[in-house]
Structure formats: structure tokens, C-alpha cells
């Protein structure tokens, strides 16, 4: 009889790229993989090899959502036929971590970012004590957990003493010969030759702002798509407006990560300008990092640790400092005037894309599997 995994997050399972590798690596090994998320009102529908489930909350923000989330998650997984448990981000942590105990199971902790340090926190410092306790009484009791980069890895190792494997979020290797057409982003779609892209979170911190108002100093054959959706969605689609710049915008809303890269590999630069505001953007490695790496497009992206790592061993763009639109249009015209380093990072992509790829970077998992084995045997 196969083994079964339950691999739980909080959010609906439709953009969560990495939940879904993570899923394929533990399918290919044989095991019944289900995956757990919420249902949101709007929630596009999932088709995958194998099973989801989504659970429906009463509450969608602030203490109450997170309380319910790992209440019902914890009865789900309690009453569940199980051997092992997976838990994404620090928010789901709870309900795992009590569910695996009362079970006898093996748990495995998968770390996206520094949770405690997100932007949403750093200000709210009771809120943020609170997820920093819940932290401390229970990753040092975990054997082995994952984290999304090297220097996170360190960081918690050195914090809680549990051993942290890194496993970056690395795209699957893209067939992009496929012929499937999107719609035209723009009105004048002619008119638009060189389209910059942004991809993720609309959340505070991530330089969006600066990337809208850059295009008021270029010409109006650039255009600017924004892919995703979050908190400042509503904030950014009216700073657009007020600058009447609705015909070289354009938001597609969230897109499942199935059909991301259509729109990924038309752009000429992608960007991911991250604020500092907190250790977790300061060491973040962003996916839409490499996804515009596999889609052959090159990256603007903020001079910070890990990302500079990238960009620098690889040759595939060019990390930048500015502070405001004027400074980042200006960025953007040195490339376009500087064409034959522009085909050099574009060619650096493709093959970067050889080596950052999940087909290597999967083989991680093997020892964490490695490591919760001989811990169940002792324990």
C-alpha cells in the first residue's frame, strides 16, 4: 500500500508553484500525495495528478483567520490516514506540528521566506512576538526543515540549532514551443516593442510603485504588464489612473502557474524590486526571479544578497539601487542602448536555465527524507 503524504498552506493552491514541485517530487516517488489548502470566493478551479482539497473559513484576515485555518487544519490531518506531514510557511505550522505529535509522524517544515520579518510584521511588534514564540517553541524540535535559500538556511540553523536544507525555487524545465495564444495586453499593441514585466505579490515593499512611475519617463513604445494580485492591487491600479498611463499598463490579475510563462517569455525585462524593509526582503530569492531566467528574459532586480548572487555568477542582468522612477527609466535606457550586453544576458539565460532547474535541485528532498527516517527510528 502507498505511503501518504498531506502537503497543507494557506493559500488556494492556484499560483503556489512550489507547493506543486514539491507535490511531483513525492508523486514520482510513489507516494498518495494530497494537497491541502482554503477555498477563497473566487478561487479559479485546480486540475493535478494528484489529490487536492481545499478547506472553507469562516475568517479571511488578522488573528481569527489564522486560528481557524490551523483549528480545522488540525482535525483535518488528526482524522487523515497519514505517514507523513508537510507544512508550508510558519502559518500552518501549528496544526502540523500537534497533528504529527498526537500521530507519531514524521513532520517536514517548509520555510518560503523569514515569516517573521515580513513587511506586514516588522511594525506590528506584539503580532509579530507572537509568530516569533510560536517559531521558537517548535522548529528547535524538528529534525530537519527546508528553507528557500542559503543564507535563510544559515540564519536558522544558527537561530534554533535544527539542521536547514536549502531548495530553491527553481522552475521545471519549460517546453515552449507550444503555439497557445493570449489575448493583447495593450490597446495599441503594435505600438508597444518593449514590454517590462513584473510578476508576483502586489505587496507592500515590492517596488512597484517606482516601476509605474518610470514609465512616465519612457517613450511610449514601452509597455509594462503586471501579473499577480494582493493588498496594494486597488493602491496601484489608481496610482495608473492618476497618471493616465491605463494605455501602457496592464494588470492580468493572478494567473495559474501553468500558463505563466506564455505571457513571462514576451517580456524584455523582468523586474523584482525589492524594498529593504526587513530581513526577509533583504535575503529573498524571489521565483519569478528564475522563471524570467527560463523564459530567456533578463532580470533588473535589487542589489541584495542573493539575488546579486544569481545575477552576478550567471551574467543574466544587472542589480540596481534607485530609489525612484526617474533613476530606474534611466536604467532601463542604458540597456536598450547597449544591445550586444543585452544578447549576452539573454543567451547567459538560457544557460543558466540548465543548471537552476528543479530536475537538480529536487534531489535535496532525498536527504531530508534520509534525515526524518533515522529520527522516527530513535524517537
Known sequence: MKKRVIVSVSNDLVADHRVHKT??????????????????????PVYRIYRTHRIRLLFHKKFLFYAELNI?????????KVDLLISNDLDTLPANYFASRLKRISLLYDSHEYFTEVPELVHRKFVQSIWKRIEASIVPKLPVAITVNDSLAQMYEKKYGTKFISIRNVPIKANFSTNEKIPPFFTNEKQITHLLLYQGSLNIGRGI??????????????????????????????????????????????????????????????????????????????????????????????????????VQKYNIGVTTYANNGIE????????????????????????????????????????CLQILSAYQKND
Open 23 to 44: 507535490c511531483l517530487y513525492f508523486y514520482e516517488k510513489g507516494y498518495d500525495v494530497w494537497l491541502v489548502g482554503r477555498a477563497l470566493k473566487h478561487s479559479l
Open 72 to 80: 480545522r487544519l488540525f482535525f483535518y490531518l488528526l482524522f487523515k
Open 209 to 310: 510603485e517606482k516601476l509605474i512611475d518610470c514609465m512616465l519617463y519612457l517613450d511610449p513604445n514601452f509597455g509594462l504588464l503586471i501579473i499577480g494580485s494582493g493588498d496594494m492591487e486597488q493602491q496601484l491600479k489608481k496610482q495608473v489612473t492618476d497618471l493616465n498611463l491605463t494605455a501602457r499598463i496592464h494588470f492580468t490579475g493572478k494567473l495559474p502557474f501553468e500558463s505563466l510563462h506564455l505571457y513571462t517569455r514576451k517580456a524584455f525585462l523582468g523586474f523584482s524590486l525589492e524594498e529593504n524593509l526587513g530581513l526577509n526582503y533583504f535575503y529573498a530569492l524571489p521565483n519569478k526571479l528564475f522563471d524570467y531566467i527560463h523564459a530567456g528574459v533578463p532580470v533588473v532586480c535589487s542589489d541584495f544578497p542573493e539575488m546579486r548572487n544569481i
Open 328 to 367: 530606474l527609466a534611466k536604467l532601463i535606457k542604458e540597456i536598450c542602448q547597449n544591445v550586444e550586453l543585452y544578447h549576452t544576458w539573454k543567451n547567459n539565460c538560457k544557460l543558466a536555465s540548465e543548471e537552476l532547474c528543479w530536475e537538480k535541485e529536487k534531489s535535496k528532498y532525498d536527504e
